[in-house]
């Protein structure tokens, strides 16, 4: 398995591990690994990854009717522990049609399966209480349905763990999350675009200049319309992957599209707009209108990802990410930007000022003031005979040579 830049083949199954964006994972990461037969979704396996990956809560595996009882959940289940071979795994409770599945699945590592194994290895990851009601919860769905459920390796199997469950909660801990600041790090959102085909022609021609071609495409986008509802991510790479999952749920009939991403410069501590962050990406909520530093571009067709094409604006070019609501939309985005985000008649172009190498460090350049002036104050406390409010001054008294020179003396 791999990311985006692994090439699906329109033919056999590929499994692909990607992101998952997804609100309410706290400190967890969303993951998903996606399977495609004959280059069209068959199915996916979503989950959640501790902070430090040594943890997995799986939520949701789903396989399409036309690709069900052909082994495809069971693939999938095994990709997920191939990709964490270390990794404590909870797989929650189980529908009707999940435990009827599990009672057919073998599972490659039941030592690290939770339900297997005794709280007190566990319990810092996952709540006892909750898993007991999880097992609980299994355990009828098997008595339910006939199955046996692996019932021989699970822990305790049917006895009551209440009292051991709330035992050993306390030790568990939900890890601290560490969301994105956008005012630290550069961000990267973007886009499906349907071109015109001369236009499309153009953007991917490989011989012509990057920067003028990724000009030519932002004049058609828009540079007041930078996607408003995109998750900004850490990395090119995940906004990629972003834009193929989106390729891949869409089932509609249209021609190629392009998949164009956006890399903005960190926000301005001072000017922070309202965002919802997570540990490795945001959104940006009622976007009112955001101004930006743009400072690349990168594009790529879905079926050819091994030829990217990329542009990078030194300096930056100024633009905006689109209002979410056009009637929110601010003054300053108003004066400078038309409804589909083009730039108004008299506005031009142009490029940012590069930022300020001290915007943000305020505390930083005065807690380094302080330090200076400390070591001045110490060092003036050691020389009693030098007047502490100008040690510079009299140091330089003792080495500075007489104002007038006498003139030589000729023979």
Same mark, same amino acid.
Request: overall charge negative.
């Given at each position: 398995?791999?990311?985006? =830049?692994?090439?699906?083949?329109?033919?056999?199954?590929?499994?692909?591990?990607?992101?998952?964006?997804?609100?309410?994972?706290?400190?967890?990461?969303?993951?998903?690994?996606?399977?495609?037969?004959?280059?069209?979704?068959?199915?996916?396996?979503?989950?959640?990854?501790?902070?430090?990956?040594?943890?997995?809560?799986?939520?949701?595996?789903?396989?399409?009717?036309?690709?069900?009882?052909?082994?495809?959940?069971?693939?999938?289940?095994?990709?997920?522990?191939?990709?964490?071979?270390?990794?404590?795994?909870?797989? +929650?409770?189980?529908?009707?049609?999940?435990?009827?599945?599990?009672?057919?699945?073998?599972?490659?590592?039941?030592?690290?399966?939770?339900?297997?194994?005794?709280?007190?290895?566990?319990?810092?990851?996952?709540?006892?209480?909750?898993?007991?009601?999880?097992?609980?919860?299994?355990?009828?769905?098997?008595? /339910?349905?006939?199955?046996?459920?692996?019932?021989?390796?699970? /822990?305790?199997? +049917? =006895?009551?763990?209440?009292?051991?469950?709330?035992?050993?909660?306390?030790?568990?801990?939900?890890?601290?999350?560490?969301?994105?600041?956008?005012?630290?790090?550069?961000?990267?959102?973007?886009?499906?675009?349907?071109?015109?085909?001369?236009?499309?022609?153009?953007?991917?021609?490989?011989?012509?200049?990057?920067?003028?071609?990724?000009?030519?495409?932002?004049?058609?986008?828009?540079?007041?319309?930078?996607?408003?509802?995109?998750?900004?991510?850490?990395?090119?790479?995940?906004?990629?992957?972003?834009?193929?999952?989106?390729?891949?749920?869409?089932?509609?009939?249209?021609?190629?599209?392009?998949?164009?991403?956006?890399?903005?410069?960190?926000?301005?501590?001072?000017?922070?707009?309202?965002?919802?962050?997570?540990?490795?990406? !945001?959104?940006?909520?009622?976007?009112? +209108?955001?101004?930006?530093? !743009?400072?690349?571009?990168?594009?790529?067709?879905?079926?050819?990802?091994?030829?990217?094409?990329?542009?990078?604006?030194?300096?930056?070019?100024?633009?905006?990410?689109?209002?979410?609501?056009?009637?929110?939309?601010?003054?300053?985005?108003?004066?400078? /930007?038309?409804?589909?985000?083009?730039?108004?008649?008299?506005?031009?172009?142009?490029?940012?000022?590069?930022?300020?190498?001290?915007?943000?460090?305020?505390?930083?350049?005065?807690?380094?003031?302080?330090?200076?002036? =400390?070591?001045?104050?110490?060092?003036?406390?050691?020389?009693?005979?030098?007047?502490?409010?100008?040690?510079?001054?009299?140091?330089?008294?003792?080495?500075?040579?007489?104002?007038?020179?006498?003139?030589?003396?000729?023979?």
């Amino acid at each position: 398995m791999a990311g985006t =830049e692994a090439r699906l083949d329109a033919a056999g199954v590929s499994l692909w591990l990607t992101t998952w964006k997804t609100d309410g994972s706290g400190a967890w990461s969303g993951r998903r690994v996606l399977a495609l037969v004959g280059g069209a979704y068959a199915g996916r396996l979503d989950f959640f990854v501790h902070p430090d990956g040594q943890a997995i809560q799986v939520d949701m595996l789903e396989v399409e009717p036309r690709f069900q009882k052909r082994g495809l959940a069971s693939v999938l289940m095994d990709a997920l522990y191939a990709s964490h071979p270390t990794a404590w795994i909870d797989h +929650g409770g189980r529908s009707p049609e999940g435990t009827r599945w599990w009672d057919r699945y073998r599972e490659p590592a039941p030592e690290r399966n939770i339900h297997n194994r005794p709280p007190a290895e566990w319990a810092h990851y996952f709540d006892p209480v909750g898993v007991a009601g999880q097992k609980t919860r299994n355990a009828y769905q098997n008595r /339910y349905h006939g199955v046996d459920g692996h019932r021989s390796v699970v /822990y305790r199997y +049917g =006895e009551p763990m209440e009292a051991e469950a709330r035992h050993y909660a306390p030790q568990y801990r939900e890890p601290d999350a560490q969301p994105l600041h956008p005012a630290l790090r550069e961000l990267h959102g973007g886009m499906r675009l349907f071109l015109p085909p001369g236009l499309h022609r153009l953007v991917h021609d490989a011989v012509a200049d990057a920067v003028v071609r990724a000009g030519t495409l932002l004049d058609h986008i828009g540079y007041g319309n930078l996607p408003a509802a995109a998750a900004w991510s850490t990395t090119r790479r995940e906004a990629l992957e972003d834009l193929a999952q989106e390729e891949v749920f869409d089932t509609r009939q249209h021609a190629p599209a392009t998949h164009v991403t956006f890399r903005i410069l960190p926000l301005a501590h001072e000017e922070l707009p309202e965002h919802d962050p997570r540990a490795s990406w !945001l959104r940006f909520t009622n976007s009112p +209108g955001i101004d930006v530093q !743009l400072a690349g571009m990168s594009w790529r067709l879905p079926d050819r990802p091994w030829v990217a094409h990329h542009a990078a604006f030194d300096p930056p070019v100024a633009a905006a990410i689109a209002p979410q609501f056009r009637q929110d939309a601010s003054p300053a985005y108003l004066s400078r /930007y038309s409804e589909l985000g083009d730039l108004l008649p008299g506005q031009r172009a142009h490029r940012s000022e590069a930022p300020s190498p001290y915007v943000g460090r305020g505390a930083e350049i005065t807690a380094m003031a302080n330090l200076l002036l =400390e070591g001045v104050a110490q060092r003036a406390a050691a020389r009693p005979d030098i007047p502490s409010g100008q040690p510079q001054h009299a140091e330089q008294s003792a080495h500075q040579q007489p104002s007038q020179r006498h003139a030589p003396h000729l023979p």
